[in-house]
Each structure stands twice: as structure tokens, then as C-alpha cells.
């Protein structure tokens, strides 16, 4: 019995718990805003410039600044991620989840509310993000696309799981040096 | 406990001298930390989700992988041959074969177990409903495939010259060569000339994959057909140059 194996569990479990003890943070944020004026009728189109090399983007919606409905739809460079009109992805190239577009769609987004969150997930990393802001009832007043990916959480299970190994690594050390060898005779 | 199990006990001890497998498995397990500025969602993945997510999860480890071949068989096998160790290991009542296969296992096998194991909680934890389980065994046996020609290469070069060191830098100048010629056969790709992009992929098979996934553009996506082919036959090619290593040595090599 080694206390090698014990050293070998800890160390394995060590970057577990270390990864539990990490806090969540946003690595990049983005944010754009427009004015839907009193002669502005129209879609407002905001170019969200990063490119979220990233296979998911969590965009949030800050419309306290507005009074009547949007609808959003979001571009990759010229391709519809997510329109909230009716799920539609363009064939090839980058693009959002068909889950995720279908479970976003059809929704107004209503003035004077902060929308937390919209996960957006790719199917590959790559992509510029475009933002088009469709008036409803008379839209007025200013509205932000903040767009932004965080670090990644581990599951909560990683606390209690390294703790174990790294317990039985431990009880595994204690055992084998306090073991009496063998010696030869 | 037979001849061979007692030898491979010696070579293990001697390959994993406290405290390198310690270290090994620390770094192999720590490498997938960095996922943790990814910022990606895995709750589920496709399977191109799934070896990118692979790709970066376990790329570190598997270079930390590759180092612990180039250390134990130049340091091993090459300096047992290059110190005459080897002829006394062979008064052993063991065979050539039965002494290449312990060298093996214990500067190959053991090291490619520790990469398969050790930064496996980080990559579950990270991405704990994953599910796409074929996608990592996918990832495990391209990075076996491809680092078993260098292994076989390495073998063969540390028993024509007797000399760990020569080895080494054989192993090395597979590895950077084949993924210089990558980056190479990737441009030819890129024009519409894929020769020899599938020649070096021969060498460096992740390259098809990332290919295959369209992680490189939509011109340059493989089919599974061949990413599959061609990742046989680098397998093949390894272990063909693994077979040969044991010829030379059981007929060719003199200690």
C-alpha cells in the first residue's frame, strides 16, 4: 500500500476544488444603445462590433428607458440568429440553436423593464452580432443591447466531490505511513 | 509474481521516480482550468460543440501527455540501450519482446491512462450533462493514433543509434514538423489542393476532425468518411511502426 496513490488522489482533486472556489464574472461586455425618436418609426439597427468567439452569448435588454414594445432580432454578421417574429435560421454558416430561437420567439419585449440574460447558444464560435429593434405601440425613448460572456461555472457537485476524494487520498496517506512495513529477514 | 510482471514493476518505478507521475498528474489535471475563461454554455452539445469543447478541455493535457513519452522512452529505453542497462535486464529469463512490451506499457500506456483519467473531473465538472461521451472517445483515439507513429518513430531511432537524446530530438522534430506541414498543407487546403493536407494528417489526425466540424470554414469541411479513413490509417501507420520497433529489436539490434 503506497502513500503514492493517496499523494495521486489529492492531486488530481486539487484543481476540482480550486475550480469550485473560482467566482463568476463577466470575461467581456458589450453594450449599444439607440433612440426611437418621435419621427423615428422605424427598426433601429445596433451593431454590436465584438466578435463572440464563443459558442454562447447571454444578451440582456435594458428597456427602462422606454415607453411602448420592441421586438428584437439578432444577426451573425448577415445571417438571422434568433428572430423573435418566428424562429428562422438561415441553412449554413454559423448560427443560434433552433431550440434556443424557438423558445425565444414570438415574444415582445414590453418598455420600462430590464430583460436579464437572453442565452444565446452557436453552434460554432464565430460571429459578430447584430441587433435590430422593431417598434411597437409607438416606441419611444432609448434602448440597450448589453451582450456578454462570463466564466464558466462548474457543477455544484465539484465541492463535495474533490472534498471526498481528497479525504480518502488523505486517509489513504495516514494509512499507509502508519502501516508497519515488512522487513526482510 | 512472473519475470515480467517483476520487470515491468522495475521499469514503472523507474519511469515514474517519485515525484514525476505526481506532477504529470496535477498539470493533466489542472490543464482543463482553462475552460474557465471560455464563458461557453455546455448544458448540451452537438457533436461539433463537443469536440471543440474536447479540443480545448483536453489539448494541454494531451501535450503534457506527449511529453512524458519523450521522457520516458529517450530517457528510458533510449538510455538503457545507450548505457548497456539493457543487456543487463536481458539476463533476465525474459525475452526482447517481453522487454520492449514492459517499456511500453510503462512509457506509453501508463502515461496515455493518466491522460484519459486525470483531467476527466475538471472536463464532467465543467460541462456536467454533457452526455456526448462518443465525441471524447472520438478525441482519446486521435490523440493515440497520433502520437503512436512518434512513439513508434522514436523506438525505432533510439535502437538504430543506441542514444536516448537522438530520440528526443527525433520525437520533437516529428511533432513540430508535422504540425508546421499542417499549418502548410492547410494554406494548399485553403486554394483547393488537399493532398496534402490528408498526407500530414497521417501525422497530426485532429486536424481532419477540426475540419470535419467546420471549425476551420465551410471550405475546407471533410467528410466523415475520410476524417474516419484517415485517422485508421495513421493508426495503422503507428502501429505498423510499432511492429517494426519490435522486429528490429528482436532480430536487427545488436546489445
Known amino acids: ?45 445596433l451593431p454590436i462590433s465584438a466578435n463572440f468567439n464563443r459558442n454562447s452569448v447571454q444578451v440582456s435588454l435594458n428597456l427602462t428607458g422606454l415607453t411602448g414594445n420592441v421586438n ?32 425565444y420567439s414570438n415574444k415582445t419585449f414590453i418598455g420600462g423593464k430590464y430583460y436579464q440574460a437572453i442565452t444565446l447558444t452557436k453552434e460554432d464560435g464565430a460571429g459578430n452580432l447584430t441587433a435590430v429593434l422593431y417598434p411597437i405601440n409607438g416606441a419611444k425613448g432609448v434602448a440597450s443591447i448589453i451582450a456578454s460572456y462570463y466564466t464558466l461555472p462548474p457543477s455544484p457537485a465539484a465541492l463535495p466531490v474533490s472534498l471526498t476524494i481528497i479525504g480518502i487520498g488523505i486517509v489513504w496517506i495516514a494509512a499507509s505511513v502508519l502501516t508497519p512495513r515488512r522487513t526482510k529477514k | 509474481m512472473s519475470t515480467f510482471s517483476r520487470f515491468l514493476k522495475i521499469t514503472i518505478q523507474e519511469d515514474f521516480r517519485f515525484p514525476v507521475a505526481e506532477i504529470f498528474a496535477f498539470l493533466m489535471a489542472l490543464a482543463p482550468l482553462t475552460l474557465y475563461v471560455e464563458g461557453a454554455n455546455y448544458a448540451s452539445l452537438s457533436d461539433s460543440q463537443a469536440f471543440s469543447y474536447f479540443s480545448s478541455a483536453l489539448g494541454l493535457s494531451g501535450f503534457l501527455f506527449l511529453i512524458m513519452i519523450f521522457k520516458n522512452i529517450s530517457f528510458g529505453l533510449g538510455s ?42 475538471l472536463v ?84 481532419l476532425w477540426t475540419s470535419h466540424y467546420r471549425m476551420l ?19 495503422l501507420l503507428g502501429i505498423a511502426l510499432l511492429l517494426a520497433s519490435y522486429a528490429s529489436f528482436e532480430k536487427v539490434v545488436q546489445l
Open chain 1, 1 to 45: 500500500m503506497s502513500y503514492r496513490y493517496g499523494v495521486l488522489l489529492v492531486l488530481v482533486a486539487l484543481p476540482l476544488l480550486l475550480s469550485s472556489q473560482l467566482p463568476v464574472y463577466s470575461v467581456y461586455q458589450v453594450s449599444v444603445s439607440g433612440h426611437f425618436g418621435s419621427a423615428n418609426y422605424g427598426p433601429i439597427v
Open chain 1, 72 to 103: 428584437l432580432v439578432l444577426y451573425n454578421a448577415s445571417e438571422v440568429l434568433y428572430n423573435a417574429s418566428g424562429a428562422k435560421v438561415q441553412p449554413g454558416g454559423p448560427i443560434i440553436s433552433k431550440t434556443k430561437a424557438e423558445l
Open chain 2, 124 to 207: 464532467i465538472a465543467y460541462a456536467p450533462n454533457f452526455g456526448n461521451y462518443g465525441a471524447l472517445l472520438l478525441y482519446w483515439a486521435i490523440t493515440a493514433s497520433g502520437y503512436m507513429v512518434i512513439i513508434g518513430l522514436m523506438n525505432l531511432v533510439a535502437m538504430a543509434t543506441k542514444k536516448g537524446a537522438t530520440s528526443l530530438i527525433a520525437g520533437l522534430g516529428l511533432y513540430f514538423a508535422a504540425e508546421f506541414a499542417s499549418g502548410f498543407a492547410l494554406f494548399f487546403a485553403a486554394r483547393g489542393n488537399r493532398t496534402a493536407f490528408y498526407a500530414t494528417s497521417l501525422l497530426n489526425p485532429s486536424e
Open chain 2, 80 to 121: 538503457d540501450l545507450e548505457k548497456g542497462v539493457t543487456n543487463s535486464f536481458l539476463t533476465f529469463p525474459i525475452s526482447r519482446g517481453k522487454y520492449l512490451t514492459a517499456k511500453l506499457i510503462s512509457g506509453a500506456l501508463l502515461p496515455f491512462l493518466m491522460f484519459m483519467v486525470a483531467p476527466l473531473p
Open chain 2, 217 to 235: 470554414g465551410a471550405s475546407l469541411t471533410v467528410s466523415t468518411g475520410i476524417a474516419a479513413s484517415l485517422t485508421i490509417a495513421s493508426a
